[in-house]
């Protein structure tokens, strides 16, 4: 099996590798046993972190392995049923906890000759490599020699950021169809691109995604919309057409318009839009604003009408992608309360323009308020993400209108609120119903009132009376 000279990317990765590593290779060497990283570890060790969750492959066998690191490990866990060959554990060291994943591979019998060992121990490392799902996570690094185990090109792969199967990816993706899944979501999380005989078996063999189960379905999907770039992997959905098959109202966004029948591309500015979301989180990655920026126009489609003087239209659009929302999230099994919240966004998404077109009063401003909720928010900022006009001009007109309008929403929430705490009778009618002079008792009954309508809210004159009468007549005068 070739194996890649050491060169300085090779050994910069090697040395880099957190403590537990040596720690753990001491064990196994001390034990007589081999420990060589893999997989997607080698692509990660070689791009700078490794991060906290490393696999390895040892000559050890997996009672043996277990052996190994009973006492050093703290935690230790084997898998009979699936992967009975898996050792997985747990350690913590420097104030990191690390997972490990330690692939029992024995040796070969010690009685045959040093060289049918090795190439037999070669051929069933490469055995395991070929398995991978791509070439960059293809490879195997020796930890005590320092040596690169490449047999598919991954390290070339990994320089061109391309996904390339180390089997042909047509028998690839008819032994793994959610292997398609899988590209579309590396192509998101770390922008590798699938090189073209990849797309081109995607391509042909986009009808198998529904052999998928609708909860590992579900998954992807999440997944994917919560990586960096979801919008490089929801390309490469509708560009191989597997969305046709899992969210068939993406690709239905792609109008044809030409002459004076050009209206804006709602495809390209949906991904606009899920992009300029991103942009304004502030907390993470949020999976109902992402969604919710996905579907919000997905009711263009059929709302589209083109009038007589070639003006295009989607009145109520809004109103029909709402329904078309809650169907496609129910399809994929998602949670009702995420259900509920894109619903709701989708529906109140064009509610803003509103207030561009009439001048709203201040009980307007506080239904928009009421029908949002708890994502106000959230509201805030699929209504801003989703300008994506060109005219700069523009742009910053509805920038301003925005800005005026959470203003006149934070003013008119500290006005509430000092309504609220303001009790329902003043000082004079306090003084007139319980017949008494100015003093500290006018203050102790105001305190009262006060806070009888945070509590209870506002009550009319004569609940506020009869609340203040019956408070006095339990008073210690």
Same mark, same amino acid.
């Given at each position: 099996?070739?194996?890649?000279?050491?060169?300085?990317?090779?050994?910069?990765?090697?040395?880099?590798?957190?403590?537990?590593?040596?720690?753990?290779?001491?064990?196994?060497?001390?034990?007589?046993?081999?420990?060589?990283?893999?997989?997607?570890?080698?692509?990660?060790?070689?791009?700078?972190?490794?991060?906290?969750?490393?696999?390895?492959?040892?000559?050890?066998?997996?009672?043996?392995?277990?052996?190994?690191?009973?006492? =050093?490990?703290?935690?230790?866990?084997?898998?009979?049923?699936?992967?009975?060959?898996?050792?997985?554990?747990?350690?913590?060291?420097?104030?990191?906890?690390?997972?490990?994943?330690?692939?029992?591979?024995?040796?070969?019998?010690?009685?045959?000759?040093?060289?049918?060992?090795?190439? !037999?121990?070669?051929?069933?490392?490469?055995?395991?490599?070929?398995?991978?799902?791509?070439?960059?996570?293809?490879?195997?690094?020796?930890?005590?020699?320092?040596?690169?185990?490449?047999?598919?090109?991954?390290?070339?792969?990994?320089?061109?950021?391309?996904?390339?199967?180390?089997?042909?990816?047509?028998?690839?993706?008819?032994?793994?169809?959610?292997?398609?899944?899988?590209?579309?979501?590396?192509?998101?999380?770390?922008?590798?691109?699938?090189?073209?005989?990849?797309?081109?078996?995607?391509?042909?063999?986009?009808?198998?995604?529904?052999?998928?189960?609708?909860?590992?379905?579900? !998954?992807?999907?999440?997944?994917?919309?919560?990586?960096?770039?979801?919008?490089?992997?929801?390309?490469?959905?509708?560009?191989?057409?597997?969305?046709?098959?899992?969210?068939?109202?993406?690709?239905?966004?792609?109008?044809?318009?030409?002459?004076?029948?050009?209206?804006?591309?709602?495809?390209?500015?949906?991904?606009?839009?899920?992009?300029?979301?991103?942009?304004?989180?502030?907390?993470?990655?949020?999976? $109902?604003?992402?969604?919710?920026?996905?579907?919000?126009?997905?009711?263009?489609?059929?709302?589209?009408?083109?009038?007589?003087?070639?003006?295009?239209?989607?009145?109520?659009?809004?109103?029909?992608?709402?329904?078309?929302?809650?169907?496609?999230?129910?399809?994929?099994?998602?949670?009702?309360?995420?259900?509920?919240?894109?619903?709701?966004?989708?529906?109140?998404?064009?509610?803003?323009?509103?207030?561009?077109?009439?001048? =709203? @009063?201040?009980?307007?401003?506080?239904?928009?308020?009421?029908?949002?909720?708890?994502?106000?928010?959230?509201?805030?900022?699929? $209504?801003?993400?989703?300008?994506? @006009?060109?005219?700069?001009?523009?742009?910053?007109?509805?920038?301003?209108?925005?800005?005026?309008?959470?203003?006149?929403?934070?003013?008119?929430?500290?006005?509430?609120?000092?309504?609220?705490?303001?009790?329902?009778?003043?000082?004079?009618?306090?003084?007139?119903?319980?017949?008494?002079?100015?003093?500290?008792?006018?203050?102790?009954?105001?305190?009262?009132?006060?806070?009888?309508?945070?509590?209870?809210?506002?009550?009319?004159? !004569?609940?506020?009376?009869?609340?203040?009468?019956?408070? =006095?007549?339990?008073?210690?005068?």
């Amino acid at each position: 099996m070739p194996r890649e000279p050491v060169d300085p990317r090779v050994a910069a990765a090697r040395a880099a590798l957190p403590p537990v590593v040596d720690d753990l290779l001491h064990c196994f060497m001390a034990a007589g046993f081999d420990l060589t990283l893999v997989g997607a570890s080698v692509r990660r060790a070689l791009e700078g972190d490794a991060g906290h969750e490393l696999d390895f492959v040892t000559d050890a066998d997996a009672r043996r392995t277990r052996q190994t690191v009973q006492r =050093w490990a703290d935690e230790i866990r084997v898998d009979r049923d699936d992967t009975p060959d898996l050792v997985s554990l747990c350690k913590k060291e420097e104030g990191a906890t690390y997972t490990l994943r330690i692939h029992a591979r024995p040796s070969p019998s010690r009685n045959r000759p040093p060289g049918s060992r090795r190439a !037999e121990h070669d051929k069933a490392l490469e055995a395991y490599l070929r398995r991978r799902d791509f070439t960059v996570d293809a490879m195997a690094l020796g930890l005590s020699h320092v040596t690169l185990t490449d047999p598919f090109g991954g390290l070339r792969d990994l320089e061109r950021r391309v996904l390339r199967t180390p089997r042909a990816p047509a028998a690839s993706i008819a032994n793994d169809p959610p292997l398609m899944l899988r590209v579309v979501r590396r192509a998101a999380r770390l922008a590798f691109e699938p090189v073209p005989e990849l797309r081109d078996a995607m391509h042909r063999m986009a009808g198998r995604v529904t052999e998928v189960p609708v909860e590992h379905l579900r !998954e992807e999907l999440t997944a994917l919309l919560l990586a960096t770039a979801p919008s490089n992997g929801l390309r490469l959905l509708v560009d191989t057409g597997i969305a046709e098959h899992v969210l068939p109202e993406l690709p239905t966004l792609r109008f044809e318009s030409a002459g004076h029948h050009r209206h804006k591309d709602i495809y390209e500015h949906t991904l606009t839009v899920l992009d300029q979301v991103i942009a304004l989180e502030t907390e993470g990655p949020d999976l $109902t604003l992402r969604w919710a920026a996905l579907l919000h126009d997905i009711g263009t489609a059929r709302t589209r009408r083109t009038g007589r003087n070639g003006q295009v239209s989607f009145h109520h659009h809004e109103v029909v992608g709402a329904k078309m929302a809650r169907k496609r999230l129910r399809v994929l099994r998602c949670p009702e309360q995420l259900i509920a919240d894109v619903v709701r966004l989708v529906e109140l998404h064009l509610r803003f323009h509103g207030y561009l077109d009439d001048k =709203w @009063t201040d009980p307007a401003v506080r239904r928009y308020v009421r029908d949002a909720g708890p994502l106000l928010d959230r509201l805030h900022k699929l $209504t801003r993400a989703d300008c994506t @006009t060109r005219n700069q001009r523009k742009a910053q007109a509805l920038a301003r209108a925005y800005d005026s309008l959470e203003e006149r929403i934070e003013r008119l929430a500290v006005e509430d609120a000092r309504q609220v705490a303001r009790p329902d009778l003043d000082g004079h009618q306090i003084m007139e119903i319980l017949g008494i002079r100015p003093g500290p008792e006018i203050g102790r009954a105001y305190a009262y009132l006060r806070d009888l309508r945070i509590e209870m809210g506002p009550m009319n004159f !004569e609940a506020a009376r009869d609340a203040l009468l019956d408070w =006095w007549a339990r008073q210690n005068r």
